[in-house]
């Protein structure tokens, strides 16, 4: 079972209240992740990903065990604590301003 901490404009639109709990099938990626997540909550197509290029937005951010996970690349396996359900994979909104 993983776990997914989403920014609270994204669990708003999913209708979810705290973390999501997901099954993903193989090995968990960050790909596998994402899929599971927009399978379930379809809602949530396109806002962390791209509809076409599947890249992540530009003021999304993805972390785990305390490691910024962002620049990985899609099918890198997901830390261990993640893949077990110890530890939250979150999607934070960043922010920018000047």
């Given at each position: ?41 379809p809602v949530l197509r396109g806002t962390i990903r791209d ?48």
């Open positions: 079972m993983i776990r997914v901490v989403l920014p609270a404009h994204l669990r708003t639109l999913a209708h979810v209240d705290g973390e999501v709990k997901l099954e993903v099938e193989g090995q968990v990626t960050l790909r596998a992740v994402l899929d599971a997540l927009e399978a379930r909550y509809h076409v290029t599947r890249q992540r937005r530009a003021f999304v951010r993805y972390f785990a065990c305390e490691q910024d996970l962002s620049h990985e690349p899609p099918d890198a396996p997901l830390p261990d604590a993640v893949a077990t359900g110890a530890e939250p994979f979150l999607i934070v909104g960043a922010m920018a301003g000047g």
